[in-house]
């Protein structure tokens, strides 16, 4: 049982780090970031998918996990291509 709970744990890992390379990817598209930041996050979800499916291979928490990080990129994708909102603060002086 230890074991899967560890493979859960790389699991969420890899959701947010795939959630961090979409929010990068939008920015490479925007001319905005260098290539090596992508590569780091395409190495740290490599590596965390490769434990995952490491010994059983296609289950339950692999597909869920593969699901969940490609949800997570585009999140990430879409959350940095909207605009933000800027909130005007007015100091109202007497």
Known sequence: MPIQ?????????????????GRVAARLLRNNQP????LTWV????????A?????????????????AAMGIAAGVIVEQ???QVEEIHLFRE
């Open 5 to 21: 709970l560890l493979r859960v744990a790389l699991g969420i890992l890899a959701v947010f780090f795939a959630y961090a390379l």
């Open 35 to 38: 290539y090596s930041k992508a």
């Open 43 to 50: 190495l740290r979800i490599s590596v965390c998918l490769l």
């Open 52 to 68: 995952v499916f490491w010994r059983r291979g296609f289950d339950a928490i692999s597909i869920a996990t593969l699901a969940l």
């Open 82 to 84: 909207r605009p933000r």
